[in-house]
C-alpha cells in the first residue's frame, strides 16, 4: 500500500540554519514573517506549520551568543495570530512542560484549538539546564531523571483538564508533582485535546512518545538510521495498546533546489558556506572544547589542546552542547577527520554541522522524500528552510506538485483538523 506523506513547516527561529546574507532574509520577530511562511505552507496543503521555544537568550563566553540576539516572540500569541490569517493549516507550537502549569498550558491550548477550529499542536518538551530555570520561580532544581516524569504527570494532568467539560467542568488530579482539582473554564474544543508531539532522542523520550504522543520529530533523516528510529519507536507502542500508525514519525530536514541536480550541489556548497562564517565555526568549536578558542584561525587547524571536562562555563543554554557525552572521545574524532580530509576549523564545523537533507532538482527532491517514506524511513518530514520568511516558496511551487502527481500527497485538505490531517483518530 502507498503511504501518504506528511509534511510540516517549521519556522527556524534564531540559529545558524538561516543565511542571514541572503538578500531575502527578512525578520524573525516580525509578524509578517510568520504570515508569509504559514500561508505559503497552507498553499502548499502542508499539515502544520510549526514553532519552536526559546525561555532564554543563549550566551557565550558571558556575552549573548551572535545567533541568538533577535530572540523569540511567545508562542501562543504568534499560534493564535496565525489562526486569523489560515483556514485548515495545523498551528503546532513548543510548550514546556518544567516551567509551566497544567491548568495554565490546558486553558491556552483549548483556547487556540477553539480559535483555530481545531487546529492545535502541543510539542511537549522538558528543560534540561538550571541556566534557563533562573528565569522562573523553579529554577533548575529538577534532576534529569525527573524531568520526563513530570513531564508525563504534566501531560496526565492537563489531559485531565481538556476531558473535564464531559464532567461539567469539575476536575481533580494529585501526584508527586501537582494537587489540583476545580473547574475548567472552557468547553472541549473541536479536537476535545490538541495533537501531542514530542521530540526526544533518548531512550526515555522515545518510551514517552510511544505512550502519550501523536507524532514524534526525530534527526534520523537517512536510510538506514531512519529506518531503525522508525522500527525501534513504532516497536514500543504495542505495549501501550497502541498501533503503528497512531504515531507519526517526522524527522527534521533541509532543502537545496536548482534547475539540475548539479547545480544543486554547487548552490548547496555555497549555502553550507553562507551557514557558517570563520566567527561561528569558532562559537561550534568552543561549545565542545569549553575554552575560549578566539585566538584561533578559523581557516587553520583544530586545537592540540583537548576540551576542558566537566561543567561547561563556555556555553549555557545550548541543547547541543550536553549531546557531548565525551568531549575528549569527540575531539579525537574531529581531529582523524580533519587529518583524513584535510579540513581547517571552518571546513570541518561546515562538515559537522551544515549538511542539507534533500539536495537536487524538484524532481529529484521529491523523489528522495518519497522513497524513504515509502521505505519506512519516516511518515513525511518538518522541513527546515535556509532562507525565512520565504524559503518555502520554492518547494511550494516546484516539489509539492510532482508529489502531487505521484498520488502520495493531499491535493486537498480533506477535513478540518489537525487530527484529520495527520490520520489521527
Excluded: C
Excluded at 520561580?137 to 525527573?146: A, F, T, V
Excluded at 518530514?381 to 511551487?397: K, Q, S
Aim: net charge negative; no cysteine; glycine share 8%.
Amino acid at each position: 500500500m502507498v503511504k501518504q506523506i506528511h509534511l510540516a513547516a517549521h519556522f527556524p527561529g534564531v540559529n545558524n540554519t538561516t543565511v542571514w546574507s541572503d538578500p531575502r532574509a527578512g525578520s524573525h520577530i516580525e509578524f509578517s514573517s510568520f504570515v508569509h511562511f504559514a500561508q505559503t505552507a497552507e498553499r502548499a496543503k502542508f499539515d502544520f506549520f510549526f514553532l519552536a521555544e526559546g525561555l532564554r537568550l543563549r550566551e557565550q563566553n558571558g556575552l549573548i551568543y551572535d545567533l541568538d540576539v533577535v530572540g523569540r516572540p511567545d508562542t501562543f500569541t504568534v499560534l493564535a495570530g496565525l489562526a486569523a490569517v489560515t483556514t485548515h493549516l495545523g498551528l503546532a507550537g513548543t510548550i514546556n512542560s518544567t516551567f509551566n502549569e497544567p491548568f495554565e498550558v490546558a486553558r491556552q491550548f483549548t483556547s487556540l484549538d477553539h480559535l483555530s477550529g481545531g487546529r492545535a499542536g502541543w510539542n511537549v518538551v522538558t528543560s534540561w539546564d538550571a541556566f534557563t530555570g533562573e528565569n522562573f520561580r523553579r529554577g533548575g532544581y529538577l534532576p534529569e531523571e525527573q524531568r520526563y516524569e513530570r513531564a508525563r504527570k504534566f501531560l496526565d494532568a492537563a489531559t485531565v483538564l481538556f476531558d473535564s467539560w464531559r464532567q461539567d467542568g469539575d476536575f481533580s488530579y494529585q501526584d508527586e508533582f501537582f494537587d489540583i482539582s476545580g473547574r475548567f473554564d472552557l468547553p472541549r474544543s473541536p479536537q476535545g485535546r490538541p495533537v501531542i508531539l514530542q521530540a526526544g532522542d533518548s531512550s526515555e523520550g522515545r518510551e514517552f512518545a510511544a505512550a502519550k504522543a501523536d507524532a514524534i520529530f526525530s534527526r534520523h533523516a537517512g536510510l538506514a538510521d531512519g529506518q531503525a528510529f522508525y522500527r525501534d519507536v513504532k516497536g514500543r507502542l504495542a505495549k501501550y495498546g497502541r498501533s503503528p500508525d497512531q504515531l507519526k514519525v517526522l524527522p527534521a530536514a533541509t532543502f537545496v533546489l536548482a534547475g539540475t541536480d548539479a547545480e544543486a550541489q554547487e548552490r548547496a556548497h555555497e549555502v553550507r558556506r553562507q551557514q557558517v562564517s570563520g566567527q561561528t565555526a569558532i562559537k561550534f568549536l568552543e561549545q565542545l572544547w569549553n575554552r575560549d578558542l578566539s585566538a584561533y584561525d578559523p581557516d587553520g587547524p583544530l586545537p592540540e589542546i583537548d576540551p576542558l571536562v566537566g561543567e561547561n562555563t563556555i556555553a549555557r543554554g545550548r541543547a547541543s552542547v550536553r549531546s557531548h557525552r565525551d568531549p575528549v572521545a569527540t575531539a579525537r574524532e574531529w581531529r582523524e577527520l580533519a587529518a583524513a580530509k584535510k579540513l581547517s576549523i571552518r571546513e570541518l564545523i561546515i562538515e559537522k554541522t551544515a549538511r542539507q537533507t534533500f539536495i537536487g532538482s524538484p524532481s529529484s527532491v521529491a523523489t528522495q522524500i518519497n522513497d524513504l517514506v515509502q521505505a519506512d524511513a519516516s511518515d513525511g518530514f518538518i522541513l527546515v528552510p535556509h532562507v525565512t520568511p520565504g524559503g518555502f516558496d520554492e518547494f511550494a511551487d516546484a516539489v509539492v506538485p510532482l508529489l502531487q502527481e505521484r498520488g502520495v500527497f493531499r491535493t486537498e485538505y480533506t477535513g478540518p483538523t489537525l487530527r484529520d490531517h495527520l490520520g489521527l483518530a
